[in-house]
């Protein structure tokens, strides 16, 4: 299966962005979904594990979902800040045990 | 908090072979699974490998009967074994941790070039 997110999105600092990661097929409630942010010139860090858990030290502006209707994981950031622009990625398994990336999307804040 | 140091990286020609390294600071033994994941100049995120806690391995279909992933819990190190080295194959090489009910872990990366 693929997970598709969107090349980008950007608000202003204080919005909200809505980050979606769709599967292509099978259900997205087989498998957890991961979210992780990049930094420029940095390694990946967590933001959300196991769909929607939030690591300790992750600001609580972030939060995650799933919503078997579309077939999709989002990752929201609310009240965004200048030190959220990054690259943004969502991860889920497939039977298989194969990983699979979604393409990344990039935050911009205005 | 869990360190991961990757590394063995370098600059490789094609048709060569190259073994990476993570060490993990006393944490890979009782993770349920360790990744490799690549990114190559200006792309995303590429998942390549998994090894879980019983041994059981599985492989990306680009680098599967060229890669081979392991781990020596005793010394606290994953290893991806990389042979037949292609241009394709040049990215930072990121080794990961996970355990159920924990967040990813990861490493800083380790680069490597295949190049002529």
């Known amino acids: 299966f693929l997970l598709t997110q969107p090349h980008s999105v950007s608000a202003s600092p204080g919005e909200t962005v809505t980050i979606s990661c769709t599967r292509s097929s099978g259900s997205i409630d087989t498998n957890y979904v991961q979210w992780y942010q990049q930094r420029p010139g940095s390694a990946p860090t967590t933001v959300i594990y196991d769909d929607n858990k939030r690591p300790s030290g992750v600001p609580d502006r972030f939060s995650g979902s799933i919503d078997s209707s579309s077939n999709s994981a989002s990752l929201t950031i609310s009240g965004l800040k200048t030190e959220d622009e990054a690259q943004y990625y969502c991860?889920?398994?497939?039977?298989?045990?194969?990983?699979?990336f979604g393409g990344g999307t990039k935050v911009t804040v205005l | 908090e869990v360190q991961l140091v990757e590394s063995g990286g370098g600059l490789i020609q094609p048709g060569g072979s190259l073994r990476l390294s993570c060490e993990g600071s006393g944490l890979i033994a009782s993770s349920n699974y360790m990744t490799w994941v690549r990114q190559a100049p200006g792309k995303g995120l590429e998942w390549v490998a998994v090894i879980w806690h019983g041994g059981s391995a599985y492989y990306a279909d680009s680098v599967k009967g060229r890669f081979t992933i392991s781990r020596d819990n005793s010394k606290n190190t994953v290893y991806l074994e990389m042979n037949s080295l292609r241009v394709e194959d040049t990215a930072v090489y990121y080794c990961a941790r996970d355990r159920y009910g924990e967040k990813t872990y990861w490493g800083q990366g380790t680069l490597v070039t295949v190049s002529s």
């Open positions: 991860l889920s398994y497939h039977s298989s045990s194969q990983g699979v």
